[in-house]
């Protein structure tokens, strides 16, 4: 049980190109606890859906994916609803006959190794790899197109997430705005790096997408600004909503675009001082406070 409802335990950062004062870290312990149900939410088109932190974290790769492999949002939606469906967004390493995996992809059909078939990024790659070479899957509604990838036994299962599947793809892929994901998070159990975040970004987004840097420091944290390469206001709401969906994994504590801020344990609020930096600001804790 987390608990919290003191100051910032020194994990902040301050100048006036990250907005005053972002904090992004742990609460003092008091006596005050606080839980925490550690899953996600996301928004569009007047419905919000719920999923566990593990769900959104696959679907935040699968959607990035999707713009790796230069395809567009309709087919981030074909890629969410296929693993919901298939996995329940979830890297399975069981299935029906020799099916593992976020698509149930099976090495004996030629999707690649056991190994490979339960890598994420193979995974999503390869299925976005085959709905390319569909003819006319842009026009195709959402079963359609994940049936003739999948060739399931159930043709009409994929059409039941295809709502949900578009409202995670949107946010993912920036055509809603940073804040449309929102995590309800417990304190970071296990630290990361700026390196892992950044190479996470790569592996999800391709090495061209995105620049990481550090822009400030300190023994518990540190804070990356991330710029688009196309400079588009849309990558960075892309990016935004992705480091919130990321976060359990990643360790982000913070991300702030603009004047919206995500913190772990808080949530979604306005920034009181915006700062002037040109992308987003993101988070991650490297070191754990001692006991």
Same mark, same amino acid.
Do not use: C, H, M, P
């Given at each position: 049980m987390a608990r919290s409802g003191g100051f910032w335990a020194g994990v902040v950062f301050t100048g006036a190109a990250?907005?005053?004062v972002v904090a992004t870290g742990y609460f003092v312990a008091n006596d005050h606890p606080v839980t925490h149900n550690n899953m996600c939410t996301v928004s569009a088109n007047g419905e919000t859906y719920v999923r566990t932190s593990e769900q959104t974290n696959n679907a935040a790769l699968i959607a990035? *994916?999707? =713009?790796?492999? $230069?395809? !567009?949002?309709?087919?981030? @939606?074909?890629?969410?609803?296929?693993?919901m469906q298939e996995s329940g967004l979830r890297n399975l390493d069981y299935g029906d006959r020799d099916s593992l995996g976020l698509f149930q992809q099976r090495p004996s059909q030629g999707w690649g190794t056991e190994e490979e078939v339960r890598d994420p990024h193979h995974?999503?790659?390869?299925?976005?790899w085959r709905l390319k070479k569909l003819d006319g899957w842009q026009d195709m509604r959402v079963t359609d197109a994940a049936?003739?990838?999948?060739?399931?036994?159930f043709p009409e299962a994929y059409e039941k997430h295809a709502?949900?599947?578009a409202?995670?793809?949107?946010?993912?892929?920036?055509?809603e705005p940073f804040a449309a994901v929102n995590c309800d998070l417990d304190a970071v159990t296990s630290p990361s790096t700026a390196k892992a975040?950044?190479?996470? *970004?790569? =592996?999800?987004? $391709?090495? !061209?997408?995105?620049?990481? @840097?550090?822009?400030g420091r300190n023994d518990r944290a540190v804070l990356l600004g991330i710029t688009a390469t196309s400079g588009a206001q849309q990558d960075l709401d892309a990016i935004a909503n992705w480091s919130v969906g990321v976060a359990p994994q990643q360790a982000v504590v913070s991300v702030v675009l603009d004047d919206e801020q995500w913190l772990r344990e808080q949530g979604i609020s306005a920034v009181s001082t915006p700062g002037t930096f040109k992308g987003v600001l993101v988070g991650v804790v490297v070191s754990l406070p001692s006991e």
């Open positions: 990250l907005g005053g990035a *994916v999707g =713009a790796r492999r $230069g395809l !567009n949002t309709f087919a981030s @939606t074909i890629g969410i609803a296929t693993a995974a999503a790659l390869v299925f976005y049936q003739a990838v999948q060739r399931s036994g709502e949900e599947a409202a995670w793809a949107a946010a993912f892929r920036g055509d975040f950044a190479e996470r *970004v790569d =592996a999800d987004w $391709g090495k !061209n997408a995105y620049t990481v @840097t550090v822009v």
